[in-house]
């Protein structure tokens, strides 16, 4: 199984503040013949299914807001938000969907600092 | 509405069998597969396997290989997920979840309320 590894497990960010997440994948998501990173990133606020935010690593999901954004290098995947708002305090999980089991990143709970 | 209904909680013993529904509405089911994820109180999410909404071709996590069956109805637009032989492991909320496009490798866009399922003696 893929290895997904996310960091940190936890962010404390003020209002406004940028917050970053990681998440490093086992082995490549990338499949050049369509030139894409099979990589989502999803918000899960409490008692609530998933949302998806972000697919093929840098693509927002229609009606996400653009404060939310994804980048890839290698292995190495980011979601950023760049101006926290209050109801951004969430779980978000990285999930690749290279290779069956699409696994999942541990999540990273983000706070209001 | 586009959207997905699932079948209420669920409390089972151990040795049980476990089946969860999933209505689809407001989208073409069949140009969609239904992934069925599930998520242990207080911990992650587990992708547990997918069904071609078209055709009923499916892929399991090999760690439920024997224990899962996934199926599909396509003249009610519902999915079901079925779990045999639970234990206290299985207890969990159950998700089932729209892909994007169609494709098994593909992210999913519109999830289900959730079903919890608790397994206790």
């Known amino acids: 199984d893929i290895v997904m590894t996310q960091s940190p497990a936890s962010l404390s960010v003020s209002l406004g503040e940028r917050a970053t997440i990681t998440c490093k994948s086992g082995?490549?998501?990338?499949?050049?013949?369509?030139?894409?990173?099979?990589l989502a990133w999803y918000q899960q606020k409490p008692g609530q299914p998933p949302k998806l935010l972000i697919y093929?690593?840098?693509t927002r999901e229609s009606g996400v807001p653009d404060r939310f954004s994804g980048s890839a290098s290698g292995t190495d995947f980011t979601l950023t938000i760049s101006s926290l708002r209050a109801e951004d305090v969430a779980v978000y999980y990285c999930?690749?969907?290279?290779?069956?089991?699409?696994?999942f990143g541990q999540g990273t709970k983000v706070e209001i600092k | 509405q586009v959207q997905l209904v699932q079948s209420g909680a669920e409390v089972k013993k151990p040795g049980a069998s476990l089946t969860v529904s999933c209505k689809a509405s407001?989208?073409?089911?069949?140009?969609?597969?239904i992934g069925w994820l599930r998520q242990a109180p207080g911990q992650g999410l587990e992708w547990m396997g997918w069904?071609?909404?078209?055709?009923?071709?499916?892929n399991y996590a090999q760690a439920l290989q024997g224990r899962i069956t996934m199926t599909r109805d396509p003249l009610t637009s519902t999915g079901y997920m079925e779990l045999r032989s639970l234990t206290s492991d299985d207890t969990a909320v159950y998700y089932c979840?729209?892909?994007?496009?169609?494709?098994?490798?593909?992210?999913?866009?519109?999830w289900g309320q959730g079903t919890m399922v608790t397994v206790s003696s």
């Open positions: 999930q690749q969907y290279h290779t069956t089991p699409h696994t």
């Open positions: 407001g989208y073409s089911f069949k140009s969609h597969g």
């Open positions: 069904i071609n909404g078209y055709n009923g071709h499916t």
């Open positions: 082995q490549s998501l990338f499949y050049s013949s369509n030139n894409k990173n099979y």
């Open positions: 979840a729209r892909d994007r496009s169609g494709y098994e490798d593909d992210a999913f866009n519109l």
């Open positions: 093929w690593a840098s």
